[in-house]
């Protein structure tokens, strides 16, 4: 059956026909079919147009002032009746429009490849199984698995929900969630009080659901409201805006010292057409017109390279900001330790057990106080086994070999927990359906499902934080009996409670309450009451084993790591010693974040460096007051609550693998891999980034600057003109060319985290980047003039001296290019032969210098002199004296202290 996709008042149909018009059913699609379909409708997306084409690259070349200024030089060579020049110059425009389309097209697809990996993504029913699917890939007939958090993939009419809520305020501009429910409504009901249907883009805030896609993309309510197509507009970054208007301003000082050199030059006899060609040349040498590509380019492949690490970079002003981040705040759950959760210790009716195995085998064995194997479990312990495995949304499955969690993993441990007593999970849920529920959520710290007791009426199952339970808790299981849950008994409990979470364990509380029959319904205030403690559960997230030595990285780095979690403070504490973030005992929680102003807590954050029972909304306020006080924050976070603090930090980092889409959509940076070492090691890559772009501007800046010393020099001195306008530009846009893309991707050097954090408000060309040039670039004018002098006077020889002059040049960039690679440290140091394609770029440029000079080709294109070896011998030695003498500098430490 086809899909009926004519207009249609969805909200208004039964279930039974929206399914039919579909060609759909409750489990959703197969695979085959929804690919099928997928190929029909095309993607779910507003239309956009995404990245530019190959035209569009090769118009963006073409259409570049310093094309302009070439194709003017190429048709004043023909008006002066030289032709070859024009065609030099003319083949120079062909390469440097290629070599910009070839880099530009290789950033675009390094971008398109981030937005891929930073799609969208939703969870649908194929086959009956609930899978991550990307939202593009939604279709018609999907029926969407709706959880806290998520953002909606489609427009979608609800199957089936528990308390959920949606944030519609991007569509109806409502303020308050919208509660959903299924049910069918008139067909005159406004769109606003459509509380059977949800909106693509709109927020799950609260509650769980089920939903059958009716539309997708440009069908879709948000498709209608955007109407045309609209093309995204690419974000510039701080860097590249400040990079453009340092271009300007260096173009419009080429201009004014191309001018400058006209004037000279016609005062002292020269053509005037001569000079305007050359004057162009010297404009051309001035103005640094590789860097704003260059710069997009080291962006693009440094946040692919970070990609391939398990950082995505959403937003690319992040990349400049990590490198000064001072404060890395980290959830623990699943960033710091693995959240692979495994339940350790159980008390239970007034008695402890221990539990074997690792992480979600359900191998395992549950032993008494004394030792022995736990066969049938008591009543007791089956009655908290059976709480952690009935009041639970998540499923424990074998996939390729190794047991897997779809859900919470702390859920998850409590469904392995209950498998080792010899108790199967999955019957008992099917045994006693859930009749309502009262979701969890981070505020609430529990959830509550409602089920049928048969002769003893309906029964609320609840768990989560302890406290919480015991502060609703009237009475306490002990042996089978109900007691009282007096002072010393709840004392006794809450000791255990901090002997537990003392042993680094994630302590929860599983408790119930009876109702009479009849009862269909579950609201929070009926759980806050008169609850019976069944028990408490002590599990295990042990420390990622790159967490210790990520932080001693982060601190080498003059980064505060900073751990933030809602569990106990002695696990908290304990998590934080293992790894090395704390450094006494003290734990700031929730109160302490209240009471304090924003100094104080902004001094006590970087005392203690461990929070401890805090909401996300202690989050933005933890990371507000570290921005006042001057600190750069790198926050994470994975749930809707985060969003706030994700956006309000200098970095916002969610979790790839476990964050909802709302987190993913606040945040800077996503891990792929929910690791905290990958926040370092982002850093590295981000400080590496901007170092690189370091060099490439320095390379730039300095080996123009040097020839226009060369070329002012000569005029100012009475020289001849020491190279002609062509060998200007080959100069300027080949031998360039060649060095600037491999600087922008040098590896990163050892010493990356031994230096303090970048001051956000230092310049690129800072000024110890302008006194360095200051020093070198007038070797380089001062050797290639000295050689060209004397050359010209001891053979009388215009056209041999400049060639020399010329070659000379060129060397002095080939070495230039290797000073560029460190400010402080010797070549030797961080290895000569570490970077391959910088090698390669100055191999190649060799070589096209050699033939250039060495052929008959060259001879008659630029109107070069064949050299004998002597020739280069002297050339290459003048030319190394910019390269000792950056050497010499290092070592006396001129251009900053090198990292111990």
Known sequence: MDIDRGPTAWHAETLEAVLARLDSSPVGLGAEEARRRRAEVGPNSLTTEEGAGPLALLARQIHNPLIYLLLGAAALSLAAGKTVDAGVIAGVVVLNTVLGFVQEWRAEGALAALRHLAAPHARALRGGDAETVEAADVVPGDVLVLETGDRVAADARLLEGGDLRVDESALTGEAEPAAKRPGRLEASTPLGDRTNMVWMSTVVTAGRGRAAVVETGMRTEMGAIAGEVRRAEREATPLQQRMGRLSIAMGVLGIALAAVVFVLGVLRGYRTLEMLLFAVAVAVSAIPEGLPAVITVTLALGVRRMAEHHAIIRRLPAVETLGSTTVICSDKTGTITANQMTVRRIWAGGHSYTVGGEGYDPQGEIRDDDGGTVGTPPGALERLLRIGATANNARVRRDDGRWRVEGSPSEGALLVAAAKAGMDPDAIRRDVPRLAEVPFSSDRKFMATLHDDGDQGRIALVKGAPDRILGFASHVLIDGE?????????????????????????????????????????????????????????????????????????????????????????????????????????????????MMDSDGLAAATLKSGVF???????????????????????????????????????????MGRGGTEVAKEAADMVLTDDNFATIVRAVEEGRTIYANLRRVVFFLLATNLGEVLTLAGALLLGLDLPLTAVMILWVNLVTDGACTVPLGVEPRHWDVLKQPPRDPDEPIVHRVMLRRMAMLTPLMAIGTLGLFSLCHRRTGDLAYARTVAFTALVASQWFQAVNARSQFQSVFSIGPLTNRWLLLGVGLAVALQVLIVQTALGAWLFGTRPLAAADWLWIVLVAATIWIADELLKQLGVHGKRPR
């Open 482 to 594: 109900e007691a009282a849950l007096d002072d010393p008994r709840r004392r006794q409990v809450g000791r255990l409670n901090e002997q537990l979470a003392g042993d680094a364990l994630r302590v929860i509380a599983g408790a119930y309450r009876r109702f009479p029959a009849g009862k269909e319904t579950l609201d929070e205030a009926d759980v806050r009451e008169h609850l019976t403690l069944a028990g408490l559960w002590g599990m295990m997230d042990p420390p990622r084993e790159q967490s210790a030595p990520a932080v001693a990285a982060a601190k080498e780095a003059g980064i505060r790591p900073v751990l933030i979690t809602g569990d106990h403070a002695a696990t908290a504490l304990a998590i934080a010693r293992r790894i090395g973030i704390a450094v006494g005992d003290e734990v700031l929680t929730a109160g302490d974040v209240e």
């Open 612 to 654: 401890a029972r805090v909401s996300p909304a202690h989050k933005l306020t933890i990371t507000n007051a570290l921005k006042a006080n001057g600190q750069i924050v790198a926050m994470t976070g994975d749930g809707v609550n985060d969003a706030p603090a994700l956006k309000g930090a200098d970095i916002g980092v969610a």
